[in-house]
Every structure is written in C-alpha cells, then in structure tokens.
C-alpha cells in the first residue's frame, strides 16, 4: 500500500514531517516499509496486516491519524452520500445476478456522452506518485477512488456490452477472455464473471476484458462497484495466478457500506473530469450486514494492559477510530462498530484497539508474578543435555541436518527405513520424505567435509526419526542418536598417525552409556547392505540401536573413500532407562594387586566369552579387567591370537596377600583353559 | 714436610681441581680421588699412626674439617654442574614446535543459542515443553483461529503429507497441547523444529527452529509480557538493549505486536545490519485471543495470557554476525569449530 503525504493532508491536518509519520503510523500498526520523495511529495510504502483492509485506502489511514493526534478527519465534502437520481430516460440495460452467493450486491450506473481524455494535471499526478500508469479520465478515476476510498470500482465501454445486458454469473469451463493486460486467460466452473449476453467481459473482482475497455472512442460508461464473496475471489486469483490492487482489497474484504457512495463519488467525478451526465443506476443485492455491537467494560482494560487511563480517553479514541459509543447505566460502554471494521468482533479487539492508540511504547514493563515450584525441565531433555554434554567432552563435534530428504534415501537404508512419511506438496525430489534415520544427513556431512579437505571427523547428531503406522494414521517421532568417525583419530608429531576403527566408536558409546549408569551389550548382526561388521546395541535385553562400519556400496554414493564407521541409538527408550543420580561409591582403603596373562586360543573365542569365564571364576576379589594387548600373525601359529590380559584383584575390607593373588590368578588360568581350551604364553 | 703441611698441600690441590671441574663424570673421579678408600685423604690419615698423641690429635682434627671441606666443596660442585646441565637442555629445547592438539568438542550453534533461551526462560519460571512436528489442522491451524481460506493463512504456506496431517509451520501448536493437558496457571517454552514450503537460499530454510512461550493466569497482562520479553532481551543480547512493541496482526492473538531491539551492532544509531532504522525485528507476541482459549476449553473471561515466538535462525545469525542461513545444516567442521 503507498500512501501519498500531501494527497493525505486533504483528509486530516498532519503536522509531522514525512519521517514522522511513518514512524507514528509504524508504532500504531501500519507499519511502513520505506519512503520515497516523487516530485515534491513523499510517498510512503507501508504493510498493511491482513485484518484491516480499511487500511488499504488513504481515508482509512487518515482516520488512523487523526485517532492518533487527535485531530478531526475531513471527508471529501462532495459526493460520498448524496445520492444521485436513476434517470429511468436514459439509456437502458438489463442488470442480472445470477450467482447471488458470490455476489451479494452488485451495482451498476450509467454515465452518458462522456468526453475520454488525459486525466486533469491533478489526478494524473497524484495516480502517477502511486506508481500507477495513466490511462484516461475515467480509468484514472476508477483508480483514484479506489486509493482514496479504498472501493475498487470498473469502467466498462457501455457501447461495447452486447444485448444490453449485464449478467454476474459463474464461468463456463473453457470460456476465455483476453484481460486488459493483453493476455488470454482461460477461465473453469466456480470463478466469477461479469458477461454480457455473449461473452464475460471481466473476470469479477479481479480484471476487466480488453474488448470493453473504456477508450477515447468511449462515449457512454457503465461504472460497476460491488461486493463479492471473498473466498471467490482469493480461489480465482490463485488459480489464474493474478493478482491486482482491486482483487488485494476484494479478498481481504471491502467497506460494505461504501459500495454506493463510492459509486456516487466516482460519478461525480468522473463528469467533473470527463464531462456526461449520469443515466440509469442498477443495484441488484444488499451486502450490508447488520451493525455489531459490543457491550465493553472499559475498567477491564487497565488490568488486561497494565496501564492507567480514564473512561473518557478510552471513548475518546473509540469514537475518532469511527466507532458509536454510548454510556450505559453500568459504567460500561455499548460500542457501534462501523461497516469498514469488520475486524472487530470481540471486546478483545476493541482492547487492541486502545492498546494501539495508546501507544505500545506507553505500557510499562513489568516482571509477572511466576507461577510456583514445577519440574522446568522433564527427565528427557535433562538425559538429551547430559548426551551433549558427554559427547562433546569426548571430543565430539555437534552437526544439524535437514529432516526432509530425497526418496532414495529411503531405498539406499531399506533395511533400516520403515514406513516413511512423504509430503504431498514437496519444495524439490530432495526433500520428498521426512528422514526415516540419522545416517544419511551424518554421511552427506562428512561426505562435504572430506570433499573441502578435512578428513578427521568426529560428528554426532541428536535428531528424530520419522515413519508412520499406515492403517492407524499414527504418525511416529523417535529421538535419536547418530555417531559418525572417520579418518585419523591421532595424527601428530608425538604419536603418528593412527586410523579410527569399529572399536573407537564403540569405546564413545560405552564411556556414553556410563555416564548414564547404562551397560550396553553388543552383539554381532548384520545390518543387510548397510553396515559390516556390525552390531547391534541393547541394554536390559532391549535393542537400543547398531553400530558398524558402513559399508562401501553406501559410501560410493556419497562419493567418500574411506572408511565411515557409524552408531545410531534411539533416545526414547534411553531416556527412560538412563539414571542421572549420581551415587558416591566408598574408596577402597586396601591396596589392589594387578597380574597379566598371555593367552593364546582360537580366533573363534570372543572377548566376552573370556570375559565371563574371568568374571565367574574370579568371584568378587575381580575388580578389574583390562585388555593390554592383540597380536595375531606369523608369530603365532594360523587360526590362533594372542591376548593379554591385566586383571585386578583386591576387597574393600583388608588387603589381599600375594598368595592369595596367586591362587586367585591359577584358578581363572585354569577355568580359561578348562570352558575356553586356551593355552599361556 | 709433615702431616699437616701435606693437608694443605691436598686441599689447595683439591680447591685447583675442583674450580677446573665441569662435568658430572670428572667430578666422580675427584671424588675418588680425594676421599676415595685408596685416596689422597686416606693415604695421608695412614702416617697418623706413627705420631704423638697430641699430634695425632691436632692433625686428625684438621684432616676431618678438609673432609668435610671435600665433600660439602663437591656436593655443592654437583648440584652446581647438573643445574647447568639442565639449564643448557631447557635453553636447546624448542618450545615453538606445536603443542598435540587434543580433539575439542564443539556444540551446534543453533543448539547453543536455543540452550542459552532455555535457561533464561527457565530462569524467569519458564517450563520446558515440547510437541510433534507431524501435526493435523486442528493444533496447526483452527485452534490458533487462522481459518481456512484466509488471508492470515498467506504468511503460514504448510507442507500436507496427506489428510489433514502437516509438518507444523510454527510451535504454536504446542500451545494448544499444553492447555488441553494443563489447568492455568501456566508458564511455559516451546522450542522446536518448523517448517515452510521456502526455497534454500541464503536468508531462507524450509526447515529452521522456533522457541514459542505462553503464559496463562488470572491476572497476566500486556505490562508482564513486555517486562518478560524486556528481561530475556537483555539478557540474552546485553544488558543496553532496548525493545520497541508495535502493533500487528497475529490471529492467535490480540492485541499483538512485532517485536524490536536495538540494533546490537550500531545500537540504534543506524547501520547496515539493521537497514539503517536501529532496529532489528525479532519476535512477534501478544495477548492470548479468547478464540484459542475456547478451543481448549479455558474460560476467557477468567483467565488471561500472553504468548510468544521467535526464529533460533534469525537470532543466532544476529548473535554471530553470520550472514548465509545454509551455514547451518552443511556441518562445514571450519564452521563448526567457531563454536567452542
């Protein structure tokens, strides 16, 4: 919407300059966008909210003003209101509406012997500071008075209408018409149309015909101003994707009380540009509705807004907004809201309303009174902070990825992509479905990565997993967890270069799961075509979620060359399981004594086997095991490895005596050889 | 030349090797020299046998105190050589080569900015709620009175998936969650992950997060809205900053207003950042409508709210001074690592 400075100052008495207007119009609601100097006025570009088309017209905002300073609004003092005659001697038509639902009022005035010309220096130059094109005095008026009154209005070359008839009606599927600005259009069933006998000479609300044009060859007009439904005219714009200032205001909602004065103030002005006299007026319909009335307790406000402000303030700006009030007995006030304010329907909106004139800048700020003791954060975000707490101890950098992706994606992870959820209206085929897993967005990120130069990552993500549950229409949001290493996890001068592998991943998600007083088991599965090795994770028996190497048909299409490893956890069952309570556990007074054992056995035997013989021989006086050392090679005959174990002993009650180690140390030595059939080096 | 001159004889000899000495090994032989089983010192103890006893007396005194004298001289000759040896390691050792750089952690950016809103809110008796992103028309839309078909629904372009089931355009259907679940009073944060059909460029993401917060009681009005948002400005942009309210039109809620802060850079002089007019917009709020306290079955006439929303994107662009939002989701580890 551009609001013209000086053409303004027709309507109400503005003192401030340019810049202060817009900010005095900023601060009340219109909020303006820029100001540009054209010639020697100034036009204002303001946004104008989609509840107050009545803000649409230089009118409705010089009533804004004039609430705002307090000052009077000065309508145009002719025309609007007075009503002019039906010359029944004149020219005659036939006024029909068909489509009553979609047109509730329509109006039609005849003005003959009209003279079409350039408009008077005046209205072109106020139209033109509009940005508007200047056709000729009587288009140029149509246009004035939609900008001043807000009343989109057409002219139609009366001559040109066939059969003498105008009918509002809905289209025929297929029926064209070529619009003013030259282009076909091809219109379906459900728009709306003003036609003659033969044809649709504008598309109603929105455009007029190009065949019905008001030209210099015009000499009789037939002016339309109506009301249309505006849902029609919103669906109709979409589809024929066209959208003009008359079809702006039509769909957000007109002043229904304006459609004849409008008329009226065009007519007149019209014959004052363009010479004529006014002939026959057809109204078909009454769009007005009856007036709404609001029963307002102005002693509310002070509490609502947390300000001060006298009753005779409050009715003050109510009636300088257009508003009638009337005192009741009860101190409350009965409000008559006006025809251009269809907005206001409840008393809160009559609040916003004196919150508006009143200034948001003059309410004060204060810190509410907070509402007593609750848990402000529930159990899982407490665990989801302490992950990234963790994790990023561990050393580990935090991505975000997109939750939309393509379709592939979903083919490429089968195995692990039930049920996606697929969007109907999709931006791109890359964000077709919402992500049914973490690892494509973590693989895309170090793919981006590694193709800029940085082949060390170490990146996790906490986001959620999406699919659906078809028949139940139930559509599922599970937190998780991705982790992704890949490259070198030591690269420096002191140590060399040491590459990432399955176990460096696992080690994170163990030092993870302790920290939530978790134990994670692994177990060796195969995530078909995704990962090898792999595992999957549990705790309590429950699976938890896999961890692997990915493998490389999955890579190639990320274009990575190295080796990717992965882990991906569901959250909403860690974060029921997790413990976040920190118990101190007592620090052993007796010294603990360590013994290594060299082990050779087949390569079949897995660590947690060994593990549970230890454990189970060792009884309590295990406190604990750790693997030192893995060979495997030449060394050692085929089919065979060699471990080395370091194992704990001590009790928290005295210290354990070297015999007592010993025996202790023989007797897991020969369980291991008795369950494991493993020899010592 | 008797015992006694032989000591002194010894001891000048002792004093000359010692002030030549300058390595840890020549200083053993000295020591095996002079108080050696089969040293200087021993032989020359050996001729005490043969002299008087006030003599032996005399002599054996002396040649005590040049014991001491000998091992005191060379302890202190030790200390003294491997301090130096020391000191000429520490001078040849290159400090500048680089240190191991151990592997630093770094938390996402928007997480950070979104963690920091949590605990003020938190800190100002906030609650921390959170919804589905997958959503039907009820808690997207008409329970936030934006009909179908309106205008109000130009700003709100919604991804359908089928049905009436979208991804959430806003976090404002928490909202309609927590007050079906929830009596007044109520005081909470929603922040979350929305989206909008948008294409990807550098000011637009059709994924980005929201954090939205409402509060609901008897007596909550426009003033604690604008001390609530006045409070979490400050604190989350300084403690200079201004905020500016003015009116607009949200159909969730009325009065409604935009919502300004001085510009963090120029502080409301006039800058690039913020287009030249000091201020930056950065949340939309207002009053509950009764229209939504309804459509959850709170009585309006009882209860009053205010509500809140803001972009994490837009906030953390501003904090960082970061100017392209696609930044964001290419978890570039250049990028990332800017977040310590």
């Known amino acids: 919407m551009k609001l013209s400075y000086n053409w303004l100052k027709d309507y109400v008495n503005v003192k401030a300059s340019p810049e202060e207007l817009a900010r005095i119009l900023t601060m009340s609601g219109s909020k303006v966008e820029g100001i540009a100097k054209v010639g020697d006025d100034h036009v204002l570009e303001l946004e104008i909210t989609a509840n107050r088309p009545d803000c649409l017209n230089i009118i409705g905002l010089a009533r804004e003003l004039s609430a705002v300073l307090g000052e009077e609004l000065k309508l145009p003092e002719q025309n609007i209101g007075k009503s002019m005659p039906d010359d029944k001697n004149s020219v005659r038509i036939e006024c029909i509406v068909e489509a009553p639902e979609l047109c509730p009022q329509y109006t039609a005035r005849i003005i003959t012997g009209v003279k079409v010309k350039k408009s008077s220096a005046k209205i072109a130059a106020r139209i033109m500071a509009l940005g508007m094109r200047e056709i000729n005095n009587v288009a140029d008026i149509t246009n004035y008075c939609l900008h001043e009154l807000g009343q989109p209005m057409h002219a139609f070359d009366l001559d040109k209408i066939k059969g003498g008839k105008i009918i509002v009606r809905e289209a025929r599927d297929g ?44 000499k009789n007009v037939l002016l339309e101003s109506a009301y249309f439904n505006l849902l029609s005219i919103r669906r109709t714009g979409r589809k024929l994707v066209l959208s003009t200032d008359a079809s702006y205001r039509y769909e957000r909602g007109v002043d229904r009380g304006m459609i004849i004065p409008a008329s009226e103030r065009a007519a007149a002005m019209i014959m004052g540009e363009a010479g004529g006299n006014v002939g026959g007026f057809y109204n078909v319909g009454d769009c007005r509705s009856k007036k709404m009335s609001i029963d307002f307790d102005p002693n509310k406000i002070n509490t609502t807004l947390g300000i001060d402000i006298d009753k005779k303030e409050v009715k003050g700006i109510l009636v300088r907004l257009g508003m009638e009030v009337s005192d009741k007995t009860d101190g409350r006030f009965t409000v008559g809201v006006p025809s251009f304010r269809e907005d206001i329907k409840l008393r809160v909106d009559l609040m916003e309303e004196i919150a508006r004139i009143y200034g948001y800048e003059n309410i004060p ?126 690269n420096n001068w002191a140590e060399g270069k040491r590459a990432v592998t399955f176990f460096d991943v696992k080690g994170v998600i163990e030092a993870l799961f302790a920290s939530l007083r978790l134990v994670p088991k692994f ?12 595992a999957v994770i549990s705790v309590d028996g429950e699976d938890v979620g896999f961890i692997g190497e990915v493998t490389g048909k999955v890579l190639k299409d990320y ?111 020969s369980a291991l050889s008795e369950k494991l059939g493993v020899t010592f080096r | 030349m008797d015992l006694s001159d032989k000591l002194d004889e010894l001891k000048t000899k002792f004093d000359e090797a010692v002030s030549k000495c300058s390595s840890l090994r020549e200083l053993a032989d000295l020591r095996v020299i002079y108080l050696g089983r089969k040293g200087e010192l021993t032989q020359i103890l050996r001729g005490l046998a043969g002299l008087s006893p006030e003599e032996k007396r005399n002599v054996g005194q002396k040649a005590n105190t040049i014991k001491i004298d000998f091992e005191q001289g060379l302890n202190a000759l030790a200390e003294k050589i491997e301090n130096a040896e020391t000191v000429g390691k520490a001078k040849k050792f290159d400090v500048t080569v680089p240190g191991i750089e151990p592997h630093a952690g770094t938390v996402h950016p928007i997480t950070k900015t979104m963690n920091r809103m949590s605990e003020i809110f938190v800190s100002l008796g906030f609650r921390i709620a959170d919804g589905p ?208």
């Open chain 1, 523 to 534: 177990k060796q599965s195969l995530v078909e075509g995704i990962l090898a090795p792999s």
């Open chain 1, 175 to 218: 029926e064209k018409i070529v619009t003013i600005d030259g282009v076909e259009r091809e219109l379906k069933k459900g728009m709306l149309v003003i036609a003659d006998v033969e044809r649709p000479v504008a598309i109603a609300g929105i455009m007029g015909g190009i065949d019905t044009e008001v030209s210099e060859k015009t």
């Open chain 1, 559 to 669: 274009g990575v060359e190295q080796p990717v490893f992965v882990s991906e956890i569901k959250l909403d069952r860690l974060y029921e399981k997790a413990s976040l309570m920190d118990m101190y556990k007592a620090l052993s007074k007796f010294p603990f004594s360590s013994r290594d054992m060299s082990i050779l056995c087949d390569k079949t035997v897995t660590a947690a086997d060994m593990y549970d013989v230890i454990l189970v021989a060792g009884t309590e006086l295990v406190k604990d095991i750790r693997l030192v050392d893995v060979y495997e090679g030449d060394k050692i005959p085929s089919g065979k490895k060699s471990l080395t174990y370091s194992v704990t002993y001590g009790l928290d009650n005295r210290t354990l005596n070297d015999a007592e180690v010993e025996s202790m140390h023989a007797r897991i030595k």
């Open chain 2, 133 to 340: 992103e997958i959503e039907n028309e009820f808690y997207n839309f008409e329970a936030l009175n934006i009909p179908l078909e309106h205008p109000a629904r130009d700003g709100f372009d919604t991804f359908y998936i089928k049905g009436k089931y979208l991804l959430r355009s806003h976090t404002s259907n928490v909202q309609i969650h927590v007050m079906q679940t929830q009596k007044p009073p109520v005081q909470v944060i929603m922040p979350g992950r929305v989206y909008r059909p948008d294409a990807v460029d550098a000011s637009h993401s059709f994924m980005f997060h929201q954090v939205e917060g409402l509060m609901v009681g008897k007596k909550v009005s426009f003033a604690d809205l604008k001390g609530v948002l006045l409070a979490f400005c400050q604190s989350m942009f300084g403690p200079d900053i201004k905020i500016r309210l003015r009116p607009n039109y949200f159909p969730f809620t009325e009065p409604s207003a935009e919502v300004d802060i001085s510009c963090i850079i120029c502080k409301g002089k006039g800058c690039r950042l913020c287009s030249g007019n000091g201020w930056l917009e950065i949340l939309g709020a207002g009053m509950v409508n009764p229209k939504v306290f309804e459509a959850v079955g709170y009585d309006p006439e009882e209860y009053t709210g205010f509500a809140f929303g803001m972009g994490v994107e837009r906030i953390t662009l501003l904090l960082y001074g970061i100017d392209d939002i696609r930044l964001f989701y290419e978890n570039d580890i250049r990028f990332l690592k800017q977040f310590r």
């Open chain 1, 365 to 490: 700020a204060r810190i509410p009174e907070i509402s007593p003791a609750v848990i402000r954060k529930e159990k899982p975000r407490q665990v989801k902070e302490k992950i990234t707490e963790v994790l990023v101890s561990l050393g580990m950098n935090e991505i975000m990825t997109y939750s939309l992706v393509n379709e592939s994606v979903v083919k490429r992870f089968a195995a692990i992509s039930v049920s996606p959820v697929t969007l109907m209206n999709p931006l791109s085929e890359d964000q077709r479905v919402m992500t049914p897993h973490l690892l494509d967005g973590m693989l895309k990120s170090i793919s981006w990565n590694i193709n800029r130069g940085t082949c060390d990552l170490r990146f996790f993500e906490i986001g959620k997993k999406y699919s659906v549950i078809e028949d139940a229409r139930q559509y599922r949001e599970i937190p998780a967890l991705c982790v992704g290493f890949t490259g070198f996890i030591r």
